[in-house]
Nanobody
Framework: QVQLVESGGGLVQAGGSLRLSCAAS????????IGWFRQAPGNEREVVTT????????YYADFVKGRFTISRDNAKNTVYLQMNSLAHKDTDVYYC??????????????????WGPGTQVTVSS
């Protein structure tokens, strides 16, 4: 059974850091692009960052450049999102997703095939 599970969310003060993890089971990330998205109630789900597993090519939304870093661990079949300098505006549910795309750091959420249930990140101001 294909499954993605996020972990690492929680409550943090503004200026603090969190590291999210996304672990896959039932398939290998090796031919996929992995993305982190976020969504607040009433808003559309937006892309935060993506990584092409094979090449390591990445994409970052402008609002996280210089603060967030996406990385991968081949042995653990896990993707991480290191979030630094968090601000209240970063409060959202964060989702991990996988797109069957081995060449391009896909940004369009409609192209993603598998999604995790999400993890809440709350930044207190």
């Amino acid at each position: 059974q294909v499954q993605l599970v996020e972990s690492g969310g929680g409550l943090v003060q503004a200026g603090g850091s969190l590291r999210l993890s996304c672990a896959a089971s039932g398939f290998s990330f090796s031919s996929y692009t992995i993305g982190w998205f976020r969504q607040a109630p009433g808003n559309e789900r937006e892309v935060v960052t993506t990584i092409v597993w094979t090449s390591g090519r990445t994409y970052y939304a402008d609002f996280v450049k210089g603060r967030f870093t996406i990385s991968r661990d081949n042995a653990k079949n896990t993707v991480y999102l290191q979030m630094n300098s968090l601000a209240h505006k970063d409060t959202d549910v964060y989702y991990c997703a996988a797109a069957d795309q081995a060449m391009i750091a896909v940004r369009d959420r409609k192209q993603y095939d598998y999604w995790g249930p999400g993890t809440q990140v709350t930044v207190s101001s």
